[in-house]
């Protein structure tokens, strides 16, 4: 069956860094685009980062320069690297795995930055 599994997440203090993983199986990981989506507490899901599934890269504008995301199709996995955190980057962060007939989510993995 179709799985997406974060892990990485946790509290770091503000400037810290944190990596997220997302392993994925159960479907042909190299055909989807692969996001990580975040959401805040009262605040709506939200996209952070892009891999389509030929690389082309897409970023928020709130993240960029301080976070990249990178796809290793070998290893049915992708990253976040997150640097210069900030309090207001707090959430829950999703996988998730799209192509035109499926969307698949992971289960999420906190993320707290406070000192």
């Known amino acids: 069956q179709v799985q997406l599994v974060e892990s990485g997440g946790g509290l770091v203090q503000p400037g810290g860094s944190l990596r997220l993983s997302c392993a994925a199986s159960?479907?042909?990981?190299?055909?989807?685009?692969m996001s990580w989506y975040r959401q805040a507490p009262g605040k709506e899901r939200e996209l952070v980062a892009r891999?389509?599934?030929?690389?082309?890269?897409n970023t928020a504008d709130s993240v960029k320069g301080r976070f990249t995301m990178s796809r290793d199709n070998a290893k049915n996995t992708v990253y976040l690297q997150m640097n210069s955190l900030k309090p207001e980057d707090t959430a829950v962060y999703y996988c998730?795995?799209?192509?035109?007939?499926?969307?698949?989510w992971g289960q999420g993995t906190q993320v707290t930055v406070s000192s």
């Open positions: 891999v389509g599934s030929i690389g082309i890269t």
């Open positions: 998730n795995a799209y192509s035109w007939k499926s969307d698949y």
């Open positions: 159960g479907f042909t990981f190299s055909s989807y685009a």
